[in-house]
């Protein structure tokens, strides 16, 4: 067996000496962390952290339970590993999740493998948190607060229900523990026509560990030069949040409320990791993807989170989700005839109108062209306003959020295709042609 192999720490537990030992070799498992915390097994480490060693026979994991707040840096020395003011307790009991003995599959030892060989040195635990605060500092406290929806934002064990621990006592602490590894199922199902995905969620939405990959990419392709981890770390959160969770705005939307300009934004884009990675290829062609509820619903709750000139309340979203919906369903119905060569192509409606949506090739990575996700969403959804909310109020939402045009000419428009500029500045007077 390879020596340098990721897993080689924990095989040494017991002899492996064949093929059939490795298939049959349990490894510490933690449900959070999965191999990757930190594990503590001996009698007196447990003990220090308020465990009897017969609940934890095979140890804990102490990475989850880290009190980063009282941290330098992030980093916890590992002579501080018993150090329990460094962690949250109930009690006299730190928060560890208790290990078990467990055999990986087939494809959780291929990742973790194939992780290992692109991680290196962010993948020490100490590292790994200097990362994290690079780019937290990058892109500030304020602009965090503003990752959600659909990023968890916020301490991670009130995420995971622990503050029901402060109601209890000490003897319901394992009936409480379990609520710490609750995990939150997304709100909302795709669409059975849609590209099957991987799950979005196994135990959080953390903004940082769901980025840790381009960020550890960055920094290797950076080594010496100026690093603009800001505008770097708003692309790839787009780019994640709309590919891995259907969770669609358009970028200007998002721009703006990250408080970032496009000419920051078009710098980093042609400052891009050359060559760029297959995965962030991946994330841009899906840009493209049709508009369906899911990504109606996530952009309508982007909407009464964040635009804060228009207060929408909850039963007034639901009736912009749904009338948007609706007109979604008549648009894509709705079939036109589109002059092609020397004849004429039938689409419907919505076909045409999202062919029309892409961004001019100024605006790219490495000429892959960035379609414009979420413009036809934030379309309807203004539409259907003007009968839900208001014309005043529709307005309102229309030019200070969806399509702001704030400061003179907006940037959006003079990188836009002009077929897409002329979309979205007579889209009011195509869907009445409708209506008659």
Not at 63 to 74: N, R
Not at 296 to 311: C, E
Request: hydrophobic letters at 35%; proline letters at 3%; glycine letters at 4%.
């Amino acid at each position: 067996m390879d020596s340098t192999d990721v897993y080689d720490e924990y095989f040494n537990q017991s002899r492996i000496e064949t093929e059939e030992d490795f298939q049959n070799q349990e490894l510490l498992w933690c449900d959070e962390c999965t191999t990757n915390g930190i594990h503590l097994t001996s009698e007196d480490d447990l003990i220090d952290h308020g465990f009897n060693p017969s609940e934890a026979p095979y140890g804990i994991c102490i990475s989850c339970a880290i009190d980063y707040g009282k941290l330098q840096d992030e980093n916890l020395d590992k002579n501080d590993y018993t150090n329990t003011e460094f962690f949250h307790q109930v009690g006299h009991k730190t928060l560890a999740m208790v290990l078990k003995r467990r055999k990986l599959t087939d494809q959780e030892v291929s990742d973790g493998l194939e992780r290992q060989k692109s991680i290196g040195y962010y993948r020490d635990f100490s590292n790994k948190y200097k990362l994290k605060s690079l780019y937290r500092s990058a892109i500030t406290e304020e602009r965090y607060r503003k990752m959600s929806p659909p990023y968890f934002v916020g301490n991670r064990l009130r995420y995971h229900g622990i503050e029901r621990f402060h109601s209890v006592g000490t003897d319901d602490l394992k009936s409480n523990y379990e609520l710490a590894k609750m995990k939150v199922e997304k709100h909302v199902e795709p669409p059975e026509s849609e590209v099957e995905r991987p799950t979005p969620m196994e135990f959080r939405r953390d903004w940082f560990d769901s980025l840790i990959d381009s960020f550890m990419l960055h920094e290797m392709d950076n080594n010496g030069r100026p690093n603009k981890r800001l505008a770097y770390a708003l692309i790839c959160t787009y780019l994640h949040k709309s590919w891995d969770w259907n969770n669609v705005e358009p970028f200007w939307v998002f721009a703006r409320r990250m408080s970032i300009g496009n000419i920051q934004l078009m710098r980093k884009m042609n400052d891009w990791i050359n060559p760029i990675t297959n995965y962030h290829i991946a994330q841009i062609e899906s840009l493209s993807i049709e508009p369906s509820l899911q990504t109606i619903t996530n952009l309508v709750g982007i909407i009464v989170d964040h635009s804060h000139d228009v207060l929408i309340g909850d039963e007034e979203s639901q009736q912009l989700i749904q009338a948007s919906a609706n007109l979604l369903k008549r648009l894509r119905k709705m079939e036109i005839n589109i002059p092609k060569g020397n004849g004429n192509e039938t689409k419907s409606l919505l076909e045409h109108i999202h062919s029309t949506m892409k961004f001019k090739n100024t605006f790219s990575i490495q000429n892959y062209e960035f379609f414009a996700a979420g413009s036809i969403e934030a379309l309807c959804i203004s539409y259907c306003a003007g009968s839900i909310l208001g014309l005043e109020r529709r307005n309102v939402l229309h030019r200070k959020f969806l399509f702001p045009k704030l400061n003179g000419f907006p940037w959006w428009k003079k990188e836009l295709t002009s077929d897409a500029v002329r979309i979205i500045e007579n889209f009011d007077k195509i869907i009445g042609r409708l209506q008659t």
